[in-house]
């Protein structure tokens, strides 16, 4: 059982050497629980002043649980206990950082505040007393007070130790979280200390009344004092790790919540401290290094919960509409009580089996979390990675709906080879799915989320006996799982494609690309437009790519990445949204002058002050010289810009966009000629009425003439074929009627299925 006392701050730190563990969280306090103590501390010198310093007036500051690790030496008479901080740790930080704000303070005044040597201590004195006691023991090597967790060990030096501004840390770029928190609250307690020294002498030291600046020492010795003296806590004083966990399921730090990931962590800790065949240490490192490897590179609470979240649904295929329990709400409660995941109930070897799984699991998936959160970190991960697939994953980061295929992203990430084409394929068939679904027809955001969570863990498990997952959950979670890796791709590209037909298929997207403000969707009703302006942005990028790759690769070496390209590209109306003249104006402008046709992109260093001018000036005056292929592809000032061009553009872009976007399952309409958008439109309509009764709808419809393939690679292929002569070549007439080759007439066109790699 747990030791259990009361005890000052000044108590708490005197003889001890205080340590963060490896398995305690990081430093997590914002602005908003750093005043809150700065805020104690000015509520018990009220007091004080009120009742006067005859009366004992105690504060308590809370519970801390010290883990009793040995005796070192000190440089002091007597050895130091050495504890480490299983509870308190965010309070007990924060207060060595304000003691280190009050020396440095203290330091400042040292030659300007007249003390009475005989009764009092001057600045400088104070200064080094309070380091000595809260912070560095005459600075020896050994004499540390405080020794903080690994992520803001280097900022905790620079900071309180060395007594460095923050500014060291927030100017340079930090990106380990912890420390920029660190860094922050010094600067929370700076900002509250010059609040105070505005108020009793105007803040400059060398300008201030001596009267005044012996108030403000006053103020900041009675600060010390109520740390020292009047901040009382409960210490309980705990054997080793495993108990350390079981208090924790209990006793939590004061004045933020705790996350989810800290939930689940101090459940495992607890588990480990029931069970001797966990190691709770493992347990600890192997969850904290999951979650530093979020925080390292920049990701913050909320993004560790999400990693969590994302983690949990490849690893048990759990959604809300299918899971054990449903009644049972939040991720920690549900390890805790479902008999398949970690209850204290559970077998002790299964559940040691579990924690030492899931933890191991989950401290896999870190690196492959943040490398489908951030593409620019999957580039820097695997420097000879496609770039093609890179700008793919931030495509998915930018739809809106990147949950969605996280899960399974992550789980691609885990157990296929970056750099394969199973990898690539899994990734398309996500971009593909959210540009035409989510991007362009503005679809729920929570379309295939439950059915691609399931994916998720049927790829994560698919080289998995069942034998297996019955250890691990008593039972196998999800039926219809795949033989192996291989299966899993294929079966997984298959369902995404036919979902891709289902909820956005040809007809419908080039329907939407058509219309009169792709921008915001002002002439339709119930549409907001595309998604957002990325979007946009996104199409006009490939269809760049594309149009720098016919004149050869060169033409692609000096176009940018679609990150830099979405960050600095800007929207290009071609005859303008607002024109500056008559001359400038479409017929019907308002209805044409959002329209996919009329838009393009251009550089911040672009002379964009002639935007609003007719096109021939646009056109000399910008477009001929901006060396962009998507402007160069414009007529001729000559040949002018009207709706009739918006119209030949919009076509293109959409031939372009419908052939960039394509499904895996495609239905080929052999013709004798090129077919027009519109009569396009009709007769895929008949196609998709006709394959929805066979295997339904398909994602792409093409119209391939006969001129352009070898006819006979599509023999034996499924589809429709003339039941005359079981020709598959369709004549197609100006009215939209179909014909065969043989002369018979036909209700639908004939058509062929294909699967594209």
């Known amino acids: 059982m747990a030791d259990a006392d009361q005890m000052s701050l000044q108590e708490i730190f005197q003889q001890a050497r205080l340590n963060i563990p490896r398995y305690q969280r990081s430093y997590a306090w914002d602005e908003k629980q750093v005043n809150d103590l700065i805020d104690d501390v000015e509520y018990v010198l009220g007091r004080r002043n009120h009742v006067g310093q005859s009366r004992n007036i105690v504060h308590y500051f809370g519970t801390v649980v010290l883990d009793d690790i040995k005796e070192v030496s000190s440089p002091t008479p007597n050895d130091w206990v050495l504890y480490d901080i299983v509870d308190g740790q965010q309070r007990l930080t924060t207060i060595s950082l304000l003691v280190g704000c009050i020396c440095e303070e203290l330091s400042d005044l040292e030659g300007h505040v007249n003390v009475d040597p005989q009764t009092e201590n001057s600045p400088i004195e104070l200064h080094q007393t309070y380091r000595n006691i809260y912070i560095k023991y005459r600075n020896k090597s050994n004499g540390r007070k405080f020794v903080p967790g690994d992520l803001t060990e280097d900022a905790y030096s620079q900071l309180v130790l060395s007594e460095k501004d923050p500014d060291v840390i927030l100017s340079n770029g930090q990106k380990i979280l912890p420390a920029r928190k660190l860094a922050e609250a010094k600067e929370t307690i700076q900002k509250r200390l010059a609040r105070k020294r505005d108020a009793v002498f105007g803040g400059d030291i060398e300008d201030a009344d001596e009267s005044d600046l012996r108030v403000y020492f006053d103020y900041l010795y009675d600060v010390l004092s109520v740390i020292d ?136 998936a870190a690196e492959a979390f943040y490398a489908v959160y951030n593409a620019d970190h999957l580039q820097d991960q695997f420097s000879s990675i496609d770039k093609e697939t890179v700008k793919r994953v931030r495509a998915i980061s930018n739809s809106g709906a990147a949950s969605t295929f996280r899960p399974l992203l992550m789980a691609a990430y885990l157990k296929l080879d970056v750099h394969s084409d199973e990898f690539r394929e899994i990734v398309d068939a996500c971009e593909t799915f959210s540009f035409r679904a989510f991007e362009i027809m503005n679809r729920s955001t929570t379309l295939l989320r439950r ?261 006979t690679s599509y023999a034996g292929a499924t589809g429709k074929s003339c039941p005359n002569c079981g020709g598959n070549v369709t004549v197609v007439n100006e009215d939209g009627s179909c014909q065969c080759t043989c002369g018979d007439e036909l209700d639908v066109p004939n058509y062929s299925m294909i699967r594209t790699e």
């Open 229 to 364: 003296n009047t901040f009382e806590v409960t210490r309980y004083r705990v054997d080793d790790t495993a108990e350390a966990g079981r208090l924790f399921e209990v006793v939590n730090d004061r004045g933020k919540d705790l996350t989810t990931a800290e939930k689940v962590k101090s459940h495992l800790l607890y588990c480990a401290g029931e069970i001797d065949t966990l190691d709770s240490e493992e347990v600890a490192r192997e969850f904290n290094q999951a979650v530093e490897t979020i925080t390292i590179s920049g990701g913050d609470e909320e993004l560790v919960d999400q990693f969590v979240d994302r983690h949990w649904e490849m690893f048990t295929g759990e959604t809300r509409r299918s899971r054990p329990r449903s009644d049972i709400n939040g991720l920690h409660r549900r390890i805790k009580q479902i008999d398949r995941y970690a209850p204290l109930d559970r077998n002790p070897s299964d559940l040691t089996y579990w924690v030492n799984t899931y933890v191991q699991s989950l401290q896999d």
């Open 451 to 711: 059915s691609l969570k399931q994916e998720a863990h049927r790829l994560y498990v698919a080289d998995q006996s069942q034998a297996d997952l019955e250890k691990l959950f008593g039972e196998v979670p999800l039926d219809n799982l795949y033989k192996n890796i291989d299966d899993a791709v294929i079966g997984i590209c298959d369902k995404i494609d036919y979902e891709t037909g289902k909820r956005a298929p040809d007809e419908d997207v080039i329907e939407y690309l058509k219309r009169k403000d792709v921008i915001q969707g002002e002439f339709t009703t119930g549409w907001g437009g595309f998604h957002n302006k990325k979007t946009i942005l996104y199409l006009l990028y490939e269809y760049e790519r594309y149009l720098r790759e016919q004149k050869g690769e060169t033409g692609l070496e000096t176009l940018v990445d679609f990150g830099t390209f979405v960050e600095e590209a800007q929207i290009e109306h071609i005859a303008p949204q607002n024109p500056g003249t008559d001359r400038a104006k479409l017929e019907d402008h308002q209805e044409n002058r959002n329209r996919l046709g009329n838009l393009a992109f251009l550089w911040p260093k672009d002379n964009q002050d002639a935007s609003n001018d007719e096109y021939n000036e646009k056109h000399k005056n910008i477009y001929s010289g901006s060396r962009i292929a998507t402007l160069e592809a414009l007529p001729s000032p000559k040949e002018g810009w009207d709706v009739e061009a918006i119209n030949d553009r919009e076509k293109k872009l959409i031939e372009f966009a419908s052939e960039r976007w394509s499904g895996r399952n495609q239905a080929h309409v052999l013709v004798k000629s090129k077919v027009s958008l519109h009569l396009g439109q009709e007769l895929r309509e008949q196609v998709q009425n006709h394959q929805k009764h066979a295997n339904g709808k398909v994602p792409t419809i093409k119209f391939v003439p006969v001129d352009e393939v070898d006819v």
